[in-house]
C-alpha cells in the first residue's frame, strides 16, 4: 500500500468517519421530492440507462462492475487510490469492521475507434450530487455499479438524470482501467465518501476480469462462490428480481416506499435542478 495516502487517521476516526458519512447520506435521501419539475427533467431532457448495456453480476453481461481509476477507497487509515490496494489491505465496511481484501479484479479497455461503447463509458457521480457532503470529489463508476442509498442497492445507470449523474469520459483517455474489491461477503464500502457495493461473487463473474487467474490460484476451491447481498438489488432490468425485492421492502416495518429506485432518481435529480437553478 502507498506510504502517501491521503487523511491519515486512527482506526477508530476512520470507522467514525465512515458511519458519519453513511447516516449524513441517508438523512439527505430520507423524503421524497414531488414529481413535476425532476421528473420533467428525467422524461424530457435525459434518459435512464437501462437494458442490458453495462455490468453487473445481476444483469447476465459479461462486463464487470467496478471502480474507475483513481478512485479513492476508505481504509482504517484514511483514503487510499484503489490501484494501489493489495490483497490481504483492509478497507472499512458499513458495518464499522475493517476487513481484509480478499481480492481486487482488474480489466482495461482501449478505445477501439473514433467513441467508445457505450456500455463501458463510465457514469459520474458529481461532486456532492447527494448532499453538501456527498460524494466529496466526482466519482467514476460502472453503469451497473450499485449504490447503497435508503437501505437498499440501486444500480448508478439507474440515477442517471444528465446533470448530477451523468455519463462522462474523462478528458484525452484512449484507455481505461477498471478495479473492484472482493472481501468474503458482499458488503458496502465508502468510495470518495459515498456508500457503494463490493463486488458481489456469483458462478463465476470473477471471471469477467482479466486477471481471473490469479483468484482461481488463490482460492482454488471457491470458484463456484455465490456471495448473499449485502441489501436488496433494485433496479428496472431483471424484473422478476425486483419485484421480488420490492415485496420484501413492502412487508417491512422499517422500510416506508413504494419504489426506492424512482424515489432517489427524483430526490438526486431535484436537488441537481435546484443547483443549478
Known amino acids: ?10 482506526h477508530n476516526r476512520a470507522r467514525r468517519h465512515f458511519l458519519g458519512i453513511a447516516a449524513a447520506v441517508t438523512a439527505a435521501l430520507v423524503g421524497a ?4 419539475p425532476a421528473e420533467a427533467m428525467g422524461n424530457k431532457t435525459w434518459k435512464r440507462r437501462g437494458g442490458n448495456n453495462g455490468s453487473g453480476s445481476e444483469s447476465g453481461s459479461g462486463d464487470p462492475n467496478c471502480f474507475l481509476s483513481g478512485t ?7 483514503e487510499a487510490v484503489i490501484e494501489e490496494l493489495r490483497v490481504g489491505d483492509a478497507v472499512v465496511t458499513m458495518r464499522g469492521d ?16 473514433q467513441s467508445w461503447h457505450e456500455s463501458v463509458v463510465p457514469i459520474r457521480v458529481s461532486r456532492h450530487a447527494l448532499d453538501d457532503q456527498t460524494p466529496h470529489r466526482d466519482l467514476y463508476l460502472s453503469p451497473n455499479h450499485a449504490l447503497y442509498l435508503d437501505g437498499v442497492l440501486i444500480r448508478v445507470k439507474d440515477l442517471v ?40 461473487v456469483r458462478e463465476n463473474n470473477h471471471e469477467h476480469f482479466t486477471n481471473f ?6 482460492y482454488p476451491d471457491e470458484t463456484t462462490l455465490a456471495m448473499t447481498p449485502f441489501a436488496p438489488i433494485v433496479g ?30 427524483k430526490r438526486i435529480a431535484g436537488r441537481a435542478e435546484q443547483r443549478v437553478g
Open 1 to 10: 500500500m502507498s506510504s502517501d495516502r491521503k487523511h491519515h487517521a486512527p
Open 33 to 36: 421530492v414531488a414529481s413535476s
Open 72 to 78: 479513492s477507497i476508505m481504509t482504517p487509515t484514511g
Open 98 to 113: 475493517s476487513v481484509p481484501i480478499k481480492w481486487i479484479g482488474h480489466h482495461r479497455y482501449r478505445k477501439g475507434g
Open 161 to 200: 438524470n444528465g446533470a448530477s449523474i451523468a455519463p462522462a469520459m474523462p478528458e484525452g483517455e484512449e484507455m481505461l482501467d477498471y478495479y473492484h474489491i472482493v472481501l468474503d461477503t458482499h458488503e458496502v464500502i465508502l468510495a470518495e465518501g459515498l456508500a457503494v457495493e463490493t463486488h458481489l
Open 213 to 218: 487467474a490469479e483468484y482461481n490460484r488463490l
Open 236 to 265: 428496472y432490468e431483471g424484473g422478476r428480481e425486483h419485484l421480488k425485492a420490492l415485496i420484501r421492502l413492502w412487508a417491512s416495518p422499517f422500510v416506508k416506499v413504494r419504489d426506492p429506485v424512482d424515489q432517489a432518481y
